[in-house]
């Protein structure tokens, strides 16, 4: 839940497990909301809305292929496209128009989403997460243990161990990698949005939170890491409806 003042000032964000929380409740107590919005990845149903409805703030529930945004749509089934690539794409879009945009969210899933220099969500791709690939590992094979994601990662694993982990977060990292040096070599000037990266510890900087490298072909790409980018483009899809 986060908490905006205007376009895109973020006065307050929290991280609740579900909205029925007593910290929900009070955080929206807290702040004289003039309207908000809210999505969700999975069915809604009557007892999240009582809650919304409880809060006695006008709300927009946003939905992919249905809700008017700001930039142009372009996937091929929009009603199945997840509220919160298009929202993050969004975000990231509305940070820098006229911009190609490459989005990564790291969570569950892993996601990567584009937005062209003309505001148009081309589409994106979807790969498993940490827990998804660790529980995989163990769950389709007779003898690999379920292990923690936190632990040693070594660059090659001495012990079943951290073969697994290593392999799994390893293998990410050069998933990422690689997806941002294709669209470097196809666009000459990239911005690059992390989001999402909290389990894994993914930074890029630890002291800018954006900078700028060139590839060996001299394209641009600008990297960024964005907590709030899936609230960001909520926030821009509201005022944006509000118009």
């Not at 660790?134 to 936190?150: C, E, G, H, R």
């Not at 600008?222 to 483009?233: F, N, T």
Request: with cysteine; hydrophobic share 40%; aromatic share 10%.
């Amino acid at each position: 839940m986060v908490c905006f003042e205007g376009k895109a000032d973020v006065v307050e964000g929290i991280r609740v497990k579900d909205i029925f929380c007593d910290e929900a409740s009070a955080f929206v107590s807290k702040y004289s909301f003039r309207n908000g919005i809210f999505c969700s990845t999975v069915a809604i149903d009557d007892a999240f809305m009582s809650v919304i409805e409880s809060y006695g703030v006008p709300m927009l529930h946003f939905q992919p292929g249905i809700t008017p945004i700001p930039i142009k749509n372009l996937y091929a089934t929009p009603l199945t496209l997840g509220a919160d690539r298009l929202a993050a794409s969004i975000g990231a879009w509305n940070k820098n128009m006229g911009c190609n945009i490459l989005v990564i969210d790291v969570g569950t899933c892993i996601t990567y989403d584009f937005v062209n220099a003309k505001g148009e969500y081309e589409g994106g791709n979807i790969s498993p997460g940490v827990d998804m690939r660790l529980k995989a590992l163990n769950a389709f094979t007779s003898k690999l243990p379920l292990i923690d994601a936190q632990g040693e990662t070594p660059e090659i694993g001495v012990s079943t161990e951290t073969a697994i982990r290593s392999g799994v977060i390893c293998g990410i990292l050069h998933e990422i990698n690689g997806y941002i040096d294709d669209f470097s070599h196809k666009y000459s000037q990239l911005y690059v949005y992390l989001t999402g990266g909290g389990q894994l510890n993914l930074h890029f900087s630890e002291k800018m939170p954006t900078f700028a490298i060139a590839n060996e072909k001299g394209a641009e790409i600008s990297l960024v890491e964005d907590r709030y980018l899936v609230p960001e483009g909520l926030n821009a899809i509201l005022e944006y409806n509000k118009r």
